[in-house]
């Protein structure tokens, strides 16, 4: 049974900075994608940013230059470092892996992140 745990959200300025970290069990984490989502109320779910087993990373045009996603595979953890933060990044954050052996994604319970002065 994959479970994700994220954790690292909270509530910080804009222009601030947060690591958003996503803990995975029961999976061969090394081989599967990772991705963060959000999802600001009354919005869709979209893609933040994603990673391959292989290291590729992808990101939406609004957090590039100010979010890096990484994993570490020996933690089975994987990262969302966030700069620069802006109001309209306040979110639940969502960590999703992708298995590469069956193509089932995997959600984890959230963590809301709120950026306010």
């Known amino acids: 049974q994959v479970q994700l745990v994220e954790s690292g959200g909270g509530l910080v300025q804009p222009g601030g900075s947060l690591r958003l970290s996503c803990a995975a069990s029961g999976s061969r984490f090394s081989s599967n994608a990772m991705g963060w989502y959000r999802q600001a109320p009354g919005k869709q779910r979209q893609l933040v940013a994603a990673?391959?087993?292989?290291?590729?990373?992808n990101y939406a045009d609004s957090v590039k230059g100010r979010f890096t996603i990484s994993r570490d595979n020996a933690k089975k953890t994987v990262y969302l470092q966030m700069n620069s933060l802006k109001p309209e990044d306040t979110a639940v954050y969502y960590c999703?892996?992708?298995?590469?052996?069956?193509?089932?994604?995997?959600w984890g319970q959230g963590t809301q992140v709120t950026v306010s002065s």
């Open positions: 999703k892996l992708t298995s590469r052996a069956t193509g089932n994604d995997y």
């Open positions: 990673i391959t087993g292989g290291g590729s990373t």
